[in-house]
């Protein structure tokens, strides 16, 4: 039984307690969140002692691994020092929004052979998985054109949206991971936005809507369509064309069944929910992942070099929609 502290008790954090709950071979040993109440809500659906003292998992030899679902200004501290403590690391994206503080944190734990994974939960998504598969398989030829959709049920907090980072680094960056996901490397970057949706957006200095179009290294062309709000719900689209044919995957819902009566055809329930019902698989996965590693000494992917690759490329999508220049990338 592999033991895990938990750093973060909001959203997330309650999202990866329940995962640790739910998996055989793993056990939630300690919650720590600064809001010392949040801590003690999460143990006592999930198990663990409530804390916030970060040493009570730091400095704890028991405990194996550690998630880190705390805010991203805290996430290159706790990653380094859980590195030095000898646990394994799942950190939530972003590693940071500075890419400056994430090449002094590989720095800092390059040599520690530490296992870290970033918390790119979609590349565990069942369907994306299939999809990436059977195209690596040559289902379709060689890859073309990779088409991806990524649209919220609905804009998030104007408190939440100023400290984000921006668009790209918050919301972009699980789409420019799955665009690496399926075309590996990515050598350039245009991007454009606009301000569609609510004011506080704009005031904020961010986008609410953005396309960012992209070419791997092999010449296929991505294209990424964000918007913060969505009428029908939570839009989570992948297509990939290539020589011999296409692969999509589309939206989902509770169940399959459909209506078709003089009102309409072919009706549907609504799409999952955000991403919390949408990527629950997803999450349970990622998690099963980083547990077989740990068991067999292998190394998780993504890992943290995903992590600072997505962030670059959020960066040049920012630079590109600044100076209305295509923006080139080094591996």
């Known amino acids: 039984m592999l033991r895990f502290g938990l750093f973060g008790a909001g959203r997330i954090g309650r999202v990866h307690a329940a995962s640790l709950a739910a998996h055989p071979r793993t056990e939630l040993a300690v ?197 913060r709000r969505c009428a029908f719900g939570y839009d989570q689209r992948v297509e990939a064309f290539g020589a011999d044919g296409m692969l999509s995957a589309g939206n989902q819902t509770a169940t399959s069944v459909r209506r078709s009566g003089a009102a309409g055809t072919e009706t549907a329930a609504p799409y999952l929910h955000f991403f919390l019902d949408r990527y629950a698989t997803a999450y349970r996965a990622e998690l099963d992942h980083l547990v077989i590693c740990m068991e067999q000494g292998l190394t998780p992917s993504p890992g943290f070099a995903d992590g600072r690759a997505a962030l670059v490329l959020a960066d040049a999508a920012t630079e590109s929609m600044k100076t209305g220049r295509t923006v080139r990338v080094d591996s």
């Open 31 to 227: 919650v720590h969140d600064p809001v010392e109440v949040a801590a003690h809500e999460i143990a006592a659906l999930y198990g663990g002692t409530p804390t916030g003292d970060a040493d009570a998992i730091l400095g704890d030899p028991g405990i194996d691994a550690v998630i880190i679902a705390s805010p991203t200004p805290t996430h290159v501290e706790l990653l380094t020092a859980c590195a030095q403590a000898g646990k394994a690391v799942l950190c939530e994206k972003p590693i940071d929004l500075d890419l400056a503080r994430v090449d002094a944190c590989w720095e800092d734990i390059k040599g520690l052979n530490a296992t870290v994974m970033v918390g790119f939960n979609r590349r565990f998504d069942p369907t994306f998985t299939e999809m990436r598969e059977r195209v690596t398989g040559g289902e379709i030829g060689r890859l073309e054109q990779l088409l991806i959709t990524s649209r919220d049920p609905a804009p998030a907090p104007a408190a939440y949206i100023a400290s984000s980072g921006g668009l790209f680094r918050d919301m972009t960056i699980h789409d420019l991971d799955m665009a690496r996901f399926f075309l590996g490397e990515v050598v350039e970057v245009q991007a454009i936005g606009a301000n569609l949706i609510e004011p506080y957006i704009a005031e904020a200095g961010d986008v609410d809507s953005a396309v960012v179009s992209m070419r791997g290294a092999g010449g296929e062309l991505c294209q990424i369509t964000n918007s």
